[in-house]
């Protein structure tokens, strides 16, 4: 899915000056884009507005400054309102929305499974009965979910739930002594779950 990037919040009165000019100039006789609301009337005059208050205000004076500031934002506003024509219309066509002057974006790396965790450690833990986990930061995770096997790594059915975490680290309590334990990792994110971790081990006091 391609989304519009207006890269507006950031700019100052100058800049804004600029991008609006060559927003302008590329709607203008654009045929994808025949009528837009605002008008290209009202985006121009919003816009010499706020030139004409850059221009007051080289001197100084928190009055002109004001204007200024109040210009810049009647012009971001404007703009805005204009993206969201621009969106209307050309939906998720990249070129549309290049041919009317903004930036698009690609989330085709925000639709992908989170990859699997890496860098899985477990240690052992000087509390009775626990074992230390910490792995690598997973790119789209907004949560981890923790397993733990007190058998074999390669018996399926021995797998259970040892916790869920939004950090990369855990602490997995309630374990047998005296005996080694096997744990996994898997990322969930927005779009879907990602792989297994590779396993790691530890023994348990």
């Not at 009202?42 to 210009?71: H, M, S, Y």
């Not at 925000?110 to 990859?115: F, I, L, Q, R, T």
């Not at 397993?147 to 021995?158: F, I, L």
């Amino acid at each position: 899915m391609t989304i519009l990037v207006k890269a507006l919040a950031r700019l100052n009165a100058v800049q804004l000056v600029a991008r609006s000019l060559f927003i302008e100039e590329r709607l203008t006789d654009n045929p994808a884009f025949p009528t837009v609301t605002p008008t290209l009337a009202e985006i121009a005059t919003k816009r010499e507005a706020l030139q004409q208050a850059i221009t007051d205000a080289a001197d100084g004076g928190r009055t002109v400054n004001a204007i200024k500031n109040l210009r810049l934002r009647e012009l971001k506003a404007a703009l805005d309102q204009l993206a969201g024509d621009v969106i209307s219309q050309a939906g998720t066509d990249p070129e549309l929305i290049l041919s009317a002057g903004f930036h698009v974006r690609s989330n085709k790396r925000s639709e992908e499974e989170p990859a699997m965790p890496l860098k899985l450690r477990a240690r052992i833990s000087e509390q009775v009965g626990q074992a230390r986990l910490d792995w690598a930061t997973t790119r789209g995770a907004v949560l981890y979910v923790v397993e733990h096997n007190a058998v074999s790594p390669d018996q399926a059915d021995a797998w259970q739930s040892a916790g869920e975490t939004t950090r990369t680290r855990l602490v997995v309590k309630g374990l047998e002594s005296a005996k080694e334990h096997w744990f996994r990792v898997r990322a969930i994110g927005s779009t879907g779950r990602g792989p297994w971790s590779d396993v790691a081990f530890t023994l348990v006091r």
